[in-house]
């Protein structure tokens, strides 16, 4: 089976630069999505790592380890309009690709 | 907007009914996906289908049902509903088998 773990809940304040860590047990992986969704909203698509390093779009940044199991996002110069929860999925090959989700962490970023 | 669209935006329903939601992916998208959100909780993927064919399935119940027609949108069969089938319903397209997925505003049912 998959598994993923991530904090349930970060705080920062505005203007900070917040990392929210995800690490995963699984078998077939193939790469690490990142999804933002605000509450009531759709999960918008972030970031992909299929190869180890950092990835960079704008104020935010995806990292993965393949041999850590382990992947972050990094979110700078935090505004308000970023509190939302962000989710960590594994793209995994068991036959067939599919995309596993973590629960989430809930970010909250205050004045 | 992602450019996948869902109809109903929000359903109200008895224990023991059926509902059916709709999905209609992005222009040129070949793969529909369907999740299942409940309270507080991550995204459980349903069933995958690709141009016409199912291709995955998760963890959907017996109950539940999927397909996708010719011009590729798709609809997804709730029947028997329980208390428990409440939850938000999301529709994800993508242009392969394994490309990026861009989420629909989903649909939230709520089995009374």
């Known amino acids: 089976g998959q598994s993923l773990e991530q904090p349930s809940e970060v705080t920062a304040v505005e203007g900070a630069i917040v990392q929210i860590n995800c690490t995963y047990q699984t078998s077939g992986f193939y790469g690490l999505s990142w999804y933002q969704q605000h509450d009531g909203g759709a999960p918008t698509f972030l970031s992909y790592?299929?190869?180890?390093g950092l990835e960079e779009t704008g104020r935010f940044s995806s990292f993965l380890s393949r041999s850590d199991s382990y992947g972050y996002l990094l979110l700078q110069e935090l505004q308000m309009k970023d509190s939302a929860s962000y989710f960590c999925a594994v793209r995994v090959d068991t036959g067939f690709q599919k995309l596993v989700f973590g629960t989430g962490t809930r970010l909250l970023v205050s004045p | 907007d992602s450019g996948v669209t869902q109809t109903p935006k929000h359903l109200i329903t008895a224990t023991g009914q059926r509902v059916t939601l709709r999905c209609s992916p992005r222009?040129?998208?070949?793969?529909v996906y369907w999740y299942q959100q409940s309270l507080d909780q991550g995204l459980q993927f349903l069933i995958q289908y690709y141009n016409g064919e199912e291709r995955a399935k998760g963890n959907i119940l017996e109950r539940f049902s999927a397909q996708q027609f010719p011009d590729l949108h798709s609809e997804l069969n709730l029947s028997s509903l329980e208390l428990g089938d409440s939850a938000l319903y999301f529709c994800?397209?993508?242009?392969?088998?394994?490309?990026?997925?861009?989420f629909g505003p989903g649909t939230r049912l709520t089995v009374l």
């Open positions: 790592n299929g190869l180890d």
């Open positions: 994800a397209s993508s242009a392969g088998l394994t490309d990026t997925q861009y």
């Open positions: 222009s040129g998208d070949l793969s």
